[in-house]
């Protein structure tokens, strides 16, 4: 069976997307999914998107990652798949619904309103999700030992910790996040975020992505770090998140929903042949 496919990205963070509004896809398995996102022997990508006919949306979006895992939310991705379609659209994901539409600067999305409720992230058991009581050392590129210690959860549709540091490319980030994201306090697993607040409207951020490691943007992992910032004080509702694909605007409105700004761009379409990767 073949497959039609486009490749696209936001600010780096890359995906492929398959389109089931007209044809049906074969069932997603975890293998097939990891298969595709294998950059080496597959069409390569951080996360693989299918949209899918919606009864509570206008569409569904199911969002995997490199490893398979089927997971919540994916900012980046809801710019990419609202660029695809066009207009305002409104996407049914696993963490809610997602509304994306046209903006000067990209797609704006209404990623909903964030949780911080310790059983909402979700953790093992209830803490202060403002300054969670967790440490985790770690040794620097010059020598010096630093702890990663106190996070902010949030949960944005997918469960983030937020670790302020003096400076986030100091940090090894590709040796402690998986630690991190499979501490037992995160039974659904977690995404990992070291941020360095520049200014009241700057934050500079790294990510690691559980089920997908290191990644040059992610769009929830944003959004999570503009929340946490804001909610300590550190920074206006309004915030500029340099990552190292390139910087996303978040905004946290009265209402209390989040808005993400930003860029999504189509790098190639293709086919593959389904049985070479199921």
Request: negative net charge; charged residues 20%.
């Amino acid at each position: 069976m073949r497959i039609a496919f486009t490749k696209m990205h936001g600010l780096g963070n890359d995906f492929v997307v398959l389109d089931a509004r007209a044809q049906a896809l074969p069932p997603l398995t975890r293998a097939a999914v990891a298969a595709l996102a294998d950059r080496h022997t597959g069409i390569g990508c951080d996360q693989l998107i299918a949209i899918e006919p919606s009864t509570a949306a206008d569409w569904r979006m199911r969002i995997f990652n490199a490893d398979g895992g089927e997971v919540e939310a994916c900012g980046n991705a809801t710019r990419a798949v609202g660029l695809l379609i066009g207009g305002e659209v409104a996407l049914e994901t696993l963490g809610g619904t997602i509304v994306a539409r046209p903006d000067p600067r990209g797609v704006a999305v209404d990623m909903g309103v964030p949780r911080f409720e310790w059983d909402r992230i979700p953790l093992a058991y209830p803490v202060d999700t403002l300054a969670m009581p967790v440490g985790y050392p770690v040794i620097l590129a010059d020598g010096s030992e630093l702890t990663l210690e106190n996070p902010v959860a949030v949960n944005v549709g997918n469960p983030h910790a937020v670790f302020f540091v003096p400076d986030t490319h100091a940090i090894p980030l590709a040796e402690i996040g998986p630690q991190i994201e499979h501490d037992p306090l995160f039974p659904e697993r977690v995404n990992v975020n070291v941020a360095t607040v520049t200014g009241r409207g700057a934050i500079d951020l790294r990510v690691w992505e559980r089920g997908a490691g290191l990644t040059r943007a992610c769009g929830t992992g944003a959004c999570a770090t503009a929340i946490a910032a804001m909610r300590c004080g550190l920074v206006d509702r309004e915030v500029t998140v340099t990552l190292p694909g390139g910087p996303l605007v978040i905004a946290w409105r009265g209402d209390d929903r989040i808005v993400m700004t930003g860029p999504a761009t189509v790098s190639f379409t293709g086919e593959f042949e389904w049985d070479d990767y199921a």
